[in-house]
């Protein structure tokens, strides 16, 4: 991403005042804006010309011998389009004066928007000096956005890498100033962004309701760190048939939904073809429900599900040897990346963990 705006810093030269030089010294910084310093018997007048058709943030520094200026230094200052006065250095002590200046242009007002998701959107907003960056989350709930940055010649109001939870609408993430206008500075960014809350912590006292319905009993197929497709996950897989209904183990918001794909197969090039729901939870949790059918998800994202509500349909989409529904339920670390979580279930009066090869009947 393109955050080093502009910069141009140009160097006139020394003028003394019994040079044979001309009257007025001009430095452009292409088409955009020049600075004329004018010289008169009593020192110089720095004006500038703004040939753009917007007003424009011009920065101007200037070195001065036997001068001295009618405003601070370095001096910014917005000018309209057209010729405008920016300050004078008047003579001082009857001898000998010279001086130099640089100078670059800054935006009043600058906004650039990057969507890395039609729900994700970062959107940079500059005037003159300070630099602001918003989160606009365009899903239903909260997401988490890591980001990386090795600001130049900036103050930022955080230390990076940065992660933060942001809720729906636009957020100010975090701004920063640049320390010194007339040198290059940068703050370009890397991010990385998920559903859920990277700033709660999840409930792992929760016993979840098992996801499918009421009376019916399902085998757990391969459980956590299962050898065929869950190592390293605590994921769970119940041989529901082709076209069985599921439903959620939780109430929460859905954030995700994908039902285009049909069947698969255990091929790599089935990994990234699988219908499923997700839903997130009130501790910032989400639940994923996998391999549904083509066709097969019954709810939209944004819908609110209560626990035990239907929610879609299983299939045999994506990996996937044979119909059945994987669901798992992850957290995000603080790098915002998903980690799957050991979950119980609520089963008649217990509260329990499942294990691979046993059938489990839904209450």
């Not at 988490?144 to 939870?165: I, K, L, V």
């Not at 979840?208 to 390293?232: I, M």
């Not at 039902?259 to 994923?288: K, L």
Request: glycine share 8%; net charge neutral; with cysteine.
């Amino acid at each position: 991403m393109r955050t080093l705006y502009f910069l141009s810093v140009l160097l006139a030269a020394a003028l003394r005042v019994h040079d044979p030089s001309p009257a007025e010294r001009t430095s452009c910084i292409q088409d955009v804006v020049c600075v004329t310093a004018e010289r008169h018997e009593q020192g110089v007048v720095f004006v500038v010309d703004n040939r753009t058709a917007e007003p424009l943030g011009v920065v101007i520094d200037a070195g001065l011998e036997g001068l001295a200026a009618d405003v601070p230094l370095p001096h910014t200052a917005i000018y309209p389009p057209g010729r405008s006065r920016a300050f004078a250095a008047r003579a001082h002590g009857g001898g000998r004066w010279s001086y130099r200046y640089r100078f670059a242009y800054l935006p009043v007002h600058d906004t650039e928007r990057t969507c890395h998701a039609p729900s994700f959107c970062v959107v940079r907003e500059q005037a003159l000096t300070s630099i602001r960056y918003y989160v606009e989350n365009h899903g239903p709930a909260v997401l988490s956005a890591r980001f990386e940055m090795q600001p130049t010649n900036m103050r930022m109001s955080t230390s990076f890498p940065y992660a933060g939870a942001f809720q729906p609408g636009r957020t100010l993430a975090f701004e920063g100033t640049v320390i010194d206008p007339l040198k290059p500075w940068d703050t370009s960014y890397r991010t990385r962004w998920a559903p859920g809350d990277v700033s709660q912590v999840p409930d792992l006292e929760y016993a979840y309701a098992l996801p499918f319905a009421p009376g019916a009993a399902y085998t757990v197929v391969q459980g956590y760190h299962g050898r065929f497709s869950h190592q390293h996950t605590y994921a769970l897989d119940f041989d529901l048939p082709r076209g069985t209904p599921v439903h959620a183990a939780r109430d929460g918001v859905v954030v995700a939904v994908e039902e285009r794909f049909g069947d698969g197969a255990p091929e790599e090039r089935f990994r990234d073809r699988a219908n499923y729901v997700h839903i997130q939870h009130a501790d910032g949790t989400v639940g994923y429900y996998v391999h549904l059918e083509r066709g097969g998800a019954l709810v939209n994202v944004g819908d609110w599900v209560r626990r035990g509500q239907r929610i879609g349909l299983s299939g045999n989409s994506g990996y996937s040897a044979g119909p059945h529904l994987h669901f798992e339920v992850v957290r995000l670390t603080r790098d915002v990346r998903p980690a799957s979580l050991p979950v119980r279930f609520r089963i008649g009066p217990r509260t329990t963990e499942l294990r691979e090869g046993e059938q489990y009947r839904a209450d």
